[in-house]
């Protein structure tokens, strides 16, 4: 059985975001997946109202989510200081249905070191934020609730599928 891997990430947001997934969804069959990425599905015509596209795109994406049998997040800053909200929601969708979630950050580092690096704006005194609120110390690169459930990867999404694939294939009958 190939294993279907549903492709979040903020992506979806890009200006050339259906090719991107086009590329994803290539790079996961040269490792032998099937990727699932949510603008497969389109709004139908006749939906106008934009909450009523909003709740059609939040019911498809869980039909994505509950056909995949892992995930591949982009867990990258989005922004801001953390990653893309959506990918965030759908993460735990997936780890509270138990399942593979593999997520992809580009450096390494703690949350606190990331943050300093790529948006030092938004940091005040060491372990603190520029509002004064304490920054997660568990050495994490992301939130505890994300980096917990996952196994994380630094790179991209090649490397996160190399990982992907070595862990979640069969091993082959001797």
Known sequence: MTLRIYLAGPGVFRSDALEHGERLKALCSEFGFIGLY?????????????REQAA?????????LNQADAVLADLNFFRGGEPDSGTSFEVGYAAAQG????????GEGSYAERLQRQHPQLCGLPGLDCDGLQLEAFDLPVNLMLAVPATLICGGPREALQC?????????HA
Do not use: F, S, T, V
């Open 56 to 64: 059609w795109i939040y019911r498809a994406n869980l039909d994505l």
């Open 38 to 50: 949510p603008l497969d599905k389109q709004i139908p015509n006749g939906i106008e109202a934009p």
């Open 99 to 106: 399942k593979p979630i593999y997520g992809y950050l580009e």
């Open 164 to 172: 992907m694939a070595k862990a979640l294939r069969p091993a082959p």
